[in-house]
């Protein structure tokens, strides 16, 4: 069975193949689309070697989760429970 192919990322996606493949797996169109824009500006091995710090959300406090949260301007996460924040930045 030959795999759907979704909706072309537009002429900002500067690597399409990386960032249909990054969709698949479950990332953010915004996350796909920085990761494969960074790779188009340099090389995919180069920015797969490149790593963050970033801690587990299960790791953070709530005020951590809602100052990011803050920060990529998630709605309704004053009234959110650490569980529905982490879920919010994980599919935002």
Request: charge should be negative; aromatic fraction near 0%; proline fraction near 6%.
């Given at each position: 069975m030959a795999k759907k192919k979704t909706q072309d990322?537009?002429?900002?996606?500067?690597?399409?193949e990386v960032y249909e493949a990054l969709r698949?797996?479950?990332?953010?169109?915004?996350?796909?689309?920085?990761i494969a824009n960074a790779a188009a500006a340099t090389s995919r091995?180069?920015?797969g070697r490149r790593g963050g710090e970033a801690t587990d959300y299960?790791?953070?406090?709530?005020?951590?989760?809602?100052q990011?949260?803050?920060?990529?301007?998630i709605r309704g996460r004053s009234s959110m429970s650490?569980?529905?924040?982490?879920?919010?930045?994980?599919?935002?």
């Open positions: 990322p537009g002429p900002s996606v500067k690597d399409p698949d797996d479950g990332a953010s169109k915004e996350k796909a689309a920085r091995s180069a920015v299960e790791d953070r406090t709530k005020d951590e989760l809602l990011r949260a803050r920060e990529l301007e650490k569980d529905e924040l982490i879920d919010a930045l994980r599919n935002h």
